[in-house]
């Protein structure tokens, strides 16, 4: 719907839109993040000891890798491509998109471990590297404006 004022008409945000500009959607997501950071911790600290990759750590792994996935797409949706060109958060959405990208290979290696598909040991140190720099995307909550 739209509302006209001094003649011009103005539409409303969509759902999408008033959804990812909430401070519920950047609490949620800076949650997600912190979580994952937390988790990568965990995980450096359970394999410091020599113990085996644990089932739980590649779920995890592949479910904040799929957060944010979606949390890119919900920007997308609500901002379209022009929020990568045009926005001020412009080197924040490309650094996401980088790092989604990124994870990708990361949640194949995951899936295909976990259904017991191959038997081949991957490395991932690089893919885990980038994890962490993911985790650097805390900044962004402390941003000026």
């Known amino acids: 719907s739209s509302r006209s004022l001094g003649g011009e008409e103005q539409k409303e ?7 990812v500009l909430s401070s519920c959607f950047e609490l949620f997501f800076c949650g ?11 995980e450096v ?19 904040f890798s799929l957060s944010y996935v979606a949390e890119l797409f919900f ?15 412009r080197w924040w959405y490309r650094f996401d998109v980088l790092l989604v990208i990124s994870s990708l290979p990361e949640i ?3 899936i295909l471990t ?12 690089s893919i885990r ?10 900044a962004r909550t402390f941003r000026v404006p």
């Not at 945000?13 to 959804?19: A, G, H, M, Q, V």
């Not at 920007?75 to 958060?89: I, K, Q």
Request: hydrophobic share 50%; charged share 15%.
């Open 32 to 42: 997600v993040i912190l979580a994952n950071a937390v988790t990568v911790g965990l």
């Open 129 to 138: 590297m980038l994890r962490i720099i993911k985790i650097s995307r805390l």
């Open 45 to 63: 600290e359970y394999q410091s000891y020599g113990r085996a990759e644990n089932q739980a750590f590649a779920i995890a792994r592949i479910l």
């Open 75 to 89: 920007r997308f949706a609500a901002f379209g491509c022009a929020a990568l060109c045009r926005s001020e958060m």
């Open 114 to 125: 976990l259904a017991a598909v191959t038997g081949v040991s991957h490395s991932t140190g």
């Open 13 to 19: 945000p969509s759902c999408i839109k008033r959804l």
């Open 108 to 110: 194949y290696f995951d």
